[in-house]
């Protein structure tokens, strides 16, 4: 592994969709950062364990373990719980958002009602990287 | 002799009537209660009974609220039995009760709680029984089991929502792939190119409203939004729309102001900020857009009148031709001189605004010219809007 390698952020990111997956895949490794992916919310969880990433990215709505159980695990997990989140859904009711933010998330955006570059913006301000790749 | 024979025939012909009275009532499909004056039920029909999991017998000389619990809500533990009956009932037995005055009331949804059993949904009619002399002598209910329909509709709820979630996540990753080539992410765009993706961006962003406006239309027209009010400054809520909008206005050659009252100038209404939000979001995106070419001017204002807030959002723009006015708040309604104008917008702002608008307690109007401008107007009662529970939210 090189210096340069060890340098750069992990996103983890947890999403069933896999048209989405490739976007974010697309705008994040351009930018300078090691994505991790899984498309669901079991493998995600067992691969986060072994290597915390430094920030993650997660969908709601997936199968075997939806995001709302996902982030329970995380946030009880002494490893992982101090890792920023951002959810990204579909689901847009307040109720979803409300309970997903007070279960410790840092950020939640509606996919259809978000530019990507919000969302780029976003990551890059939790990891601390000033520059912007929009 | 004479005399006996006609008691006897009167008597007969009582009989005939009485049976075919209860033959009537335990044929039909509505269950039917029957009390007297004493609030002791005198009939219950088989689907009465049916809809309380009882015999017959037992509730018969029963008192009504000893054989039959009735609430809003079967969730909400210790929820008062019998609720809007028992004043009803008090109103019209009461010895004052005007003569050969019938006294109705329906319940739209309510659910009969059964021991034991699951609570039955029922719709109902209550209606008080009179004598010769107009005096009240008892009342009847009438109930019908809605379950099915609750079923049906709670089918076609979820039909939309999922619909509309289903539309939604292959419509947004749409979004973030022109978007990504709109910004060269995956290559150089030439200018022709970026015009047509500029253009399929705006498309599909319109798809995405109007997939959010159907679900809003839907969570509206179902009486599902929850409307939460609170103390609202409304000039800082109108300010910090046209402020969000600030860059659209002005790519569009318009100029806003906001105008208060003087005798009120910074108003603290009881409203629920989100959706009242909305419907100034939408009254001034759609005065923006019908704005004529030069010099549009838009001004908002609000004026206290003795028992409600009044808003106002005035424009000079192309107006709304006069036979055309009365279908404005129609669902997917475009006035003629709108259809060459771009659209932006879904067709259903204007219904979701006076939906939102009386749903707090308020009305919505506008008075038009053609080529002259459009106002519209809605008010807030003084008191405020109420509470209204509800499990969904518009988005």
Known sequence: ?134 | MEHKKRVASSERTHEVNRMSVEDMLSSIGEGIIIIDDKLHITTVNTAASRILGKNASLCLGERIDACFSLVDDPSVPGERAIHALEPFFQNAFSADAPRHTSFTESIPRAFVTRDGGEPVPVALSIATLHDAEGRVTGGIIAMRDITAEIENEKIKTEFVSIASHQLSAPLGAIRWNIEMLLNQDIGPITMEQRSALTDILESNNRMIRLVSDLLNVSRLESGRIRLSPEQTHIKKLIEDVVNEYKHYIMSRGCVVSVKMDPHNPDPVINIDPILIRQVINNLIVNAVQYASTASSRIEIAVQKNDVDYQVSVWDNGIGIPEDEQKKIFTKFFRADNAQSKEAIGTGLGLYITKMIVELSGGKMWFVSKQKEGTTFFFTIPITGSAQHHGEVSLT
């Open chain 1, 1 to 134: 592994m090189t210096s340069t390698e060890e340098k750069k952020p992990t996103v983890f990111i947890i999403e069933d969709d896999p048209f989405v997956l490739r976007i974010y895949q697309r705008k994040l490794g351009n930018s300078g950062i090691n994505v991790q992916l899984a498309t669901n919310g079991v493998e995600g969880f067992e691969r986060m364990k072994e290597a915390p990433p430094n920030l993650i990215l997660m969908d709601l709505v997936m199968p075997q373990k939806d995001g709302f159980e996902l982030i329970e695990d995380i946030k009880r997990t002494p490893s992982l719980q101090h890792i920023p989140i951002i959810v990204l859904s579909n689901l847009s009711q307040e109720k979803d958002i409300d309970r997903v933010k007070g279960m410790g998330v840092e950020e939640y955006f509606v996919k259809a009602h978000t530019s990507i570059h919000a969302v780029v913006d976003r990551v890059n301000q939790l990891l601390g990287i000033s520059e912007s790749h929009t």
